[in-house]
């Protein structure tokens, strides 16, 4: 629907504010509410409040806001009005009627009537707090007198009939009263979890970022470090994790940008008249990542609507992958990239987000893949074997008997970061502890999710299970995938990660042309 | 040629059932996904660009036999063409996808059916080419003639199509899986075929369900 999409777009640039704010934190009003903000839609205002502390559950951020808060307004925009709800008659000679709301209030106000019970309609505040526990069931239905062609009930059955009833109201009340009290625990567990993250907020402002180099790797921050990072934290933690060792400069993105913005001028100048027939020309190679770039970046979590054109995000995105295929274009652009790049222009600055974005990239595991170097990948794939058959030897077993090799999953998986295959808020959480642990956090959240799953997986053939692993369950939840990855251990015979790897790189001779130095700036 | 995963156990008469592996290949954003979305789902969106390989799986119940049906398709950037013989390995049918409104996908498809040549003999696997997108008619780059006289010359099977406008998506995937089936009735009443056959190279990854 149009109008959906521009109420979209509005939501979307006040959140952009929002997430500006936050990312920022030295801007961070006291007592974490944000100053008055342009003509704030009035749905949801729970969520927004949620949101404006910046304390959404470890990053139930953006999307999950996003998504919600368009749904639900498309959900109400196609609701249609039915309340005049034809007379309800079971046995006569109106024809029932197509999609006939079955609706218990009605059924229940007939029977009252009837029983003499007058059914005043109660005030609407107190109607909403009685909601839930009022049965919103049609079992009102026995109690209807029989058409007039059949034997009346005699009494003792309409007496049956009437406790059978009541029992039922009964037991539907007290079915109501438990899911409410459900609701209620769910809702101090998310207050607590929220108030748990604002106090790791002040925690992570306050101590830990103004000692950075001192703290991080104490077992107190390390341990914080796990729970998830503060949405408001997250960019400059990621940033200052991943480092920068480039020596990237705002003023270098600069200069790389506005030649990435040259180029793009004279490929939309050139493009019509572009019909060159070889495919493997250089030229036509870097004008194809332009024109992929573009492709791309409308296809990056289109559920959002911010990266795709008219989006808040849109020119973000394509300033950050332009630049970074004039900065490497020995890398260039890579399928994949366009979704690291944007969960980092989530949660940083423009220029922040392109030099963490090139510092990543540059890390040999993300070297490795984005070259495509399947020698190098393979090496990945052997070091990633060791840990699955030390720590799910079952599910290693299950997966060898059908020659399923881990780069069947493992491609997508860290090409992308976990961020196509995971919820976005959840792929944060991964990335988090990705800044603390590095390369070998990836490949044990790959095990992870393969322990989260190995009872599924044990009974599935080889399509099956690279159909599952490609396209995860979209109700996966951090407490259980996280308990999950704890579980895995990442020692082998008193091995880490690195040196399992490096014995790896050791077997084979001719592993050196992999790690060709960044271009000098 | 595929392997034959059980003879069926009806009273009335045994159905073989096989299982054949597809790949889709072909430049990025040719439509490869949505060809296969098209097809398992009969539903056309946006689809975020593959990474790797995706897989779907279907199973047909035709008169003459049960088919068990893969779907690989294969993530379409050329960066990515070092890994793709991961993908294509042991497969029994490709689909080289190209945008009828994109000359140079068509060279790319053609480049991919030289690739397979090397790979595969003629009658281990069965190719179409396949123009997807006529409902982009008016950036047409590839006319129909020019797609069709190259399959017709290389032995492939060739059809145009849309995944946008539903137009000849199943028909191109029943045309492979018929001629897959026409050769599996050739080898039968040629008994005595040269031995290579998959079967080995996938014994592996036998599919023990009965029908």
């Not at chain 1, 109008?3 to 777009?9: A, E, I, K, M």
């Given at each position: 629907?149009?109008?959906?999409?521009?109420?979209?777009?509005?939501?979307?640039?006040?959140?952009?504010?929002?997430?500006?704010?936050?990312?920022?934190p030295e801007h961070l009003p006291h007592g974490g509410t944000a100053?008055?903000?342009?003509?704030?839609?009035?749905?949801?205002?729970?969520?927004?409040?949620?949101?404006?502390?910046?304390?959404?559950?470890?990053?139930?951020?953006?999307?999950?806001?996003?998504?919600?808060?368009?749904?639900?307004?498309?959900?109400?925009?196609?609701?249609?009005?039915?309340?005049?709800?034809?007379?309800?008659?079971?046995?006569?000679?109106?024809?029932?009627?197509?999609?006939?709301?079955?609706?218990?209030?009605?059924?229940?106000?007939?029977?009252?009537?009837?029983?003499?019970?007058?059914?005043?309609?109660?005030?609407?505040?107190?109607?909403?707090?009685?909601?839930?526990?009022?049965?919103?069931?049609?079992?009102?239905?026995?109690?209807?007198?029989?058409?007039?062609?059949?034997?009346?009930?005699?009494?003792?059955?309409?007496?049956?009939?009437?406790?059978?009833?009541?029992?039922?109201?009964?037991?539907?009340?007290?079915?109501?009263?438990?899911?409410?009290?459900?609701?209620?625990?769910?809702?101090?567990?998310?207050?607590?979890?929220?108030?748990?993250?604002?106090?790791?907020?002040?925690?992570?402002?306050?101590?830990?970022?103004?000692?950075?180099?001192?703290?991080?790797?104490?077992?107190?921050?390390?341990?914080?470090?796990?729970?998830?990072?503060?949405?408001?934290?997250?960019?400059?933690?990621?940033?200052?994790?991943?480092?920068?060792?480039?020596?990237?400069?705002?003023?270098?993105?600069?200069?790389?940008?506005?030649?990435?913005?040259?180029?793009?001028?004279?490929?939309?100048?050139?493009?019509?008249?572009?019909?060159?027939?070889?495919?493997?020309?250089?030229?036509?190679?870097?004008?194809?990542?332009?024109?992929?770039?573009?492709?791309?970046?409308?296809?990056?979590?289109?559920?959002?609507?911010?990266?795709?054109?008219?989006?808040?995000?849109?020119?973000?995105?394509?300033?950050?992958?332009?630049?970074?295929?004039?900065?490497?274009?020995?890398?260039?652009?890579?399928?994949?990239?366009?979704?690291?790049?944007?969960?980092?222009?989530?949660?940083?600055?423009?220029?922040?987000?392109?030099?963490a974005f090139a510092n990543l990239l540059n890390k040999p595991c993300?070297?490795?893949?984005?070259?495509?170097?399947?020698?190098?990948?393979?090496?990945?794939?052997?070091?990633?074997?060791?840990?699955?058959?030390?720590?799910?030897?079952?599910?290693?077993?299950?997966?060898?008997?059908?020659?399923?090799?881990?780069?069947?999953?493992?491609?997508?998986?860290?090409?992308?970061?976990?961020?196509?295959?995971?919820?976005?808020?959840?792929?944060?959480?991964?990335?988090?502890?990705?800044?603390?642990?590095?390369?070998?956090?990836?490949?044990?959240?790959?095990?992870?999710?393969?322990?989260?799953?190995?009872?599924?997986?044990?009974?599935?053939?080889?399509?099956?299970?690279?159909?599952?692993?490609?396209?995860?369950?979209?109700?996966?939840?951090?407490?259980?995938?996280?308990?999950?990855?704890?579980?895995?251990?990442?020692?082998?015979?008193?091995?880490?990660?690195?040196?399992?790897?490096?014995?790896?790189?050791?077997?084979?001779?001719?592993?050196?042309?992999?790690?060709?130095?960044?271009?000098?700036? | 040629?595929?392997?034959?995963?059980?003879?069926?156990?009806?009273?009335?008469?045994?159905?073989?059932?096989?299982?054949?592996?597809?790949?889709?290949?072909?430049?990025?954003?040719?439509?490869?996904?949505?060809?296969?979305?098209?097809?398992?789902?009969?539903?056309?969106?946006?689809?975020?660009?593959?990474?790797?390989?995706?897989?779907?799986?279907?199973?047909?119940?035709?008169?003459?036999?049960?088919?068990?049906?893969?779907?690989?398709?294969?993530?379409?950037?050329?960066?990515?063409?070092?890994?793709?013989?991961?993908?294509?390995?042991?497969?029994?049918?490709?689909?080289?996808?190209?945008?009828?409104?994109?000359?140079?996908?068509?060279?790319?498809?053609?480049?991919?059916?030289?690739?397979?040549?090397?790979?595969?003999?003629?009658?281990?696997?069965?190719?179409?080419?396949?123009?997807?997108?006529?409902?982009?008619?008016?950036?047409?780059?590839?006319?129909?003639?020019?797609?069709?006289?190259?399959?017709?010359?290389?032995?492939?099977?060739?059809?145009?199509?849309?995944?946008?406008?539903?137009?000849?998506?199943?028909?191109?995937?029943?045309?492979?899986?018929?001629?897959?089936?026409?050769?599996?009735?050739?080898?039968?009443?040629?008994?005595?075929?040269?031995?290579?056959?998959?079967?080995?190279?996938?014994?592996?990854?036998?599919?023990?369900?009965?029908?």
């Open positions: 629907a149009p109008l959906g999409f521009t109420d979209v777009n509005l939501n979307s640039r006040n959140t952009y504010e929002v997430s500006r704010r936050r990312s920022a100053p008055a903000e342009p003509a704030p839609p009035p749905a949801e205002p729970a969520e927004r409040a949620r949101h404006r502390v910046g304390i959404a559950g470890a990053g139930s951020s953006f999307a999950e806001f996003f998504t919600r808060n368009f749904f639900t307004k498309r959900t109400k925009e196609l609701k249609p009005a039915v309340q005049s709800a034809p007379g309800w008659k079971l046995f006569g000679k109106v024809p029932p009627r197509e999609n006939l709301p079955k609706d218990s209030k009605i059924i229940q106000q007939e029977y009252e009537a009837r029983t003499g019970r007058m059914y005043k309609p109660p005030p609407p505040s107190a109607r909403r707090k009685n909601i839930e526990f009022e049965p919103l069931s049609t079992t009102a239905l026995i109690l209807e007198d029989r058409p007039a062609n059949l034997p009346a009930k005699s009494v003792e059955e309409a007496l049956r009939h009437r406790q059978e009833y009541d029992e039922m109201v009964a037991e539907a009340k007290k079915r109501e009263i438990k899911e409410a009290h459900k609701r209620k625990k769910i809702m101090r567990e998310r207050f607590k979890q929220e108030e748990n993250i604002a106090s790791a907020m002040v925690i992570w402002v306050n101590e830990i970022l103004p000692n950075w180099e001192g703290m991080r790797a104490t077992r107190r921050v390390r341990e914080l470090w796990w729970q998830g990072l503060p949405p408001s934290v997250r960019g400059k933690v990621w940033s200052l994790a991943v480092g920068n060792e480039l020596n990237i400069t705002p003023e270098l993105y600069e200069i790389f940008l506005s030649r990435a913005k040259e180029r793009w001028k004279s490929f939309s100048e050139t493009s019509s008249e572009n019909d060159t027939e070889d495919a493997g020309a250089s030229v036509a190679d870097r004008e194809a990542s332009l024109e992929l770039i573009k492709l791309d970046i409308s296809r990056t979590f289109p559920s959002l609507y911010i990266f795709q054109k008219g989006g808040p995000y849109h020119d973000l995105l394509h300033s950050v992958l332009g630049a970074y295929t004039c900065y490497r274009p020995d890398v260039g652009y890579v399928q994949g990239m366009s979704f690291i790049a944007a969960v980092l222009i989530l949660n940083l600055e423009e220029a922040d987000a392109f030099i993300q070297l490795a893949f984005f070259r495509v170097d399947h020698s190098m990948m393979l090496k990945y794939f052997a070091a990633f074997e060791v840990f699955f058959e030390e720590n799910l030897p079952k599910l290693f077993l299950h997966f060898k008997s059908y020659s399923l090799t881990p780069d069947i999953y493992l491609i997508d998986w860290i090409f992308t970061l976990y961020s196509k295959s995971l919820p976005l808020d959840l792929a944060c959480r991964v990335w988090d502890v990705f800044c603390r642990d590095g390369e070998e956090f990836l490949f044990r959240t790959g095990l992870g999710i393969l322990r989260l799953y190995e009872d599924i997986l044990l009974q599935m053939d080889f399509i099956h299970i690279a159909q599952f692993l490609t396209k995860l369950p979209e109700d996966i939840t951090s407490e259980k995938l996280f308990s999950c990855i704890a579980a895995i251990q990442m020692q082998n015979s008193n091995k880490k990660w690195a040196q399992v790897f490096a014995s790896l790189m050791k077997d084979n001779k001719e592993g050196d042309k992999n790690h060709s130095p960044a271009p000098k700036s | 040629m595929a392997w034959v995963v059980t003879q069926g156990t009806s009273l009335e008469e045994p159905r073989p059932s096989y299982m054949y592996k597809m790949v889709l290949l072909g430049s990025m954003s040719v439509g490869k996904s949505s060809l296969a979305y098209r097809y398992m789902r009969n539903d056309f969106r946006e689809l975020l660009p593959t990474v790797g390989c995706s897989f779907f799986m279907q199973t047909l119940q035709l008169d003459e036999a049960t088919v068990k049906f893969e779907i690989w398709d294969t993530a379409g950037q050329e960066k990515y063409q070092s890994v793709c013989h991961l993908y294509y390995r042991d497969a029994h049918a490709a689909l080289l996808v190209y945008d009828i409104a994109n000359k140079q996908t068509l060279s790319r498809a053609k480049l991919w059916l030289e690739e397979l040549e090397k790979r595969f003999l003629p009658d281990e696997i069965v190719i179409a080419l396949v123009g997807n997108k006529t409902d982009l008619a008016a950036e047409r780059e590839v006319t129909s003639e020019e797609g069709e006289e190259f399959a017709r010359t290389k032995g492939l099977l060739f059809m145009e199509t849309s995944a946008k406008s539903n137009y000849q998506v199943n028909d191109v995937f029943m045309a492979v899986v018929q001629e897959l089936l026409r050769r599996e009735k050739e080898k039968a009443s040629k008994p005595s075929s040269r031995g290579r056959s998959t079967v080995e190279l996938r014994a592996s990854r036998v599919v023990t369900r009965c029908c």
